[in-house]
């Protein structure tokens, strides 16, 4: 099984809302990610999970909080979120061996969830 | 900016030419990867180029990497209608990657 899979594909919610994004891989990787996407831009780096640590947070404001419960799945908490936080939301994830360090294996992408925020 | 460049930023060739994206960057790398995203949907890795490496071919991918200039490029050989996408390059060192701006290539068939 080599997928990212992400639920759900498509989420509206309202800024007083709270919401999850979840993320599942079975390919035994160990180190996850979350990724934002504004339209025809590249994606931001969020959060990076490794070993189901958290290891890097790239400034993200505490309206978003990741959760890693277990080696297979990583989720985004959503709370009143801002029109300007609608975007793509993308989890990846790699092999992170302690060798090779994080960030310079593949990284296997999700479909993403299409977040708007009204 | 840190991104660095890609260019061309949309790129419109027929189906059977060949595509070229080139890549630079600034800062030094561990390594370079190559990924296309169809529109609004994931990344799809296609290619991954150690630091030490100058060359390598996936395919109809033939990818290139100079050190010296920051540089690397994505060669698309005969291309196709579904070849259509955003392409990428992702520089990554330990503890960061980032992503370039991105080429599209359209590819009319």
């Known amino acids: 099984d080599t997928e990212v899979t992400q639920t759900p594909k498509h989420l509206v919610m309202g800024m007083t809302n709270k919401k999850s994004l979840k993320c599942e891989q079975h390919?035994?990787?160990?180190?996850m990610y979350w990724y934002k996407q504004k339209a025809k831009k590249p994606p931001e780096l969020m959060f990076v999970y490794s070993y189901e640590k958290l290891s890097i947070n790239e400034s993200v404001p505490s309206r978003f909080s990741p959760e890693c419960p277990n080696s297979s799945l990583l989720n985004l908490h959503l709370h009143a979120l801002q029109p300007e936080d609608s975007a793509l939301y993308l989890c990846a994830s790699s092999h992170n061996t302690m060798a090779s360090g994080a960030f310079t294996d593949t990284q296997y992408f999700g479909p993403g969830t299409r977040l708007t925020v009204l | 900016s840190q991104q660095g460049e890609e260019d061309p930023q949309a790129l419109s060739i027929q189906e059977g030419e060949n595509a070229t994206m080139n890549c630079s960057y600034k800062?030094?790398?561990?390594?370079l990867q190559w990924y296309r995203q169809n529109s609004g949907r994931g990344l799809v890795h296609l290619i991954l180029?150690?630091?030490?490496?100058r060359e390598k071919h996936s395919g109809r991918l033939r990818v290139t990497l100079d050190t010296s200039k920051k540089s690397s490029s994505l060669l698309i050989t005969a291309s196709r209608a579904a070849d259509t996408a955003s392409y990428f390059c992702?520089?990554?060192?330990?503890?960061?990657?980032?992503f370039g701006p991105g080429t599209s290539l359209s590819v009319i068939p």
């Open positions: 800062t030094s790398i561990n390594n």
């Open positions: 992702a520089r990554t060192s330990y503890d960061k990657v980032i």
């Open positions: 390919m035994g990787h160990r180190a």
């Open positions: 180029i150690r630091s030490n490496e």
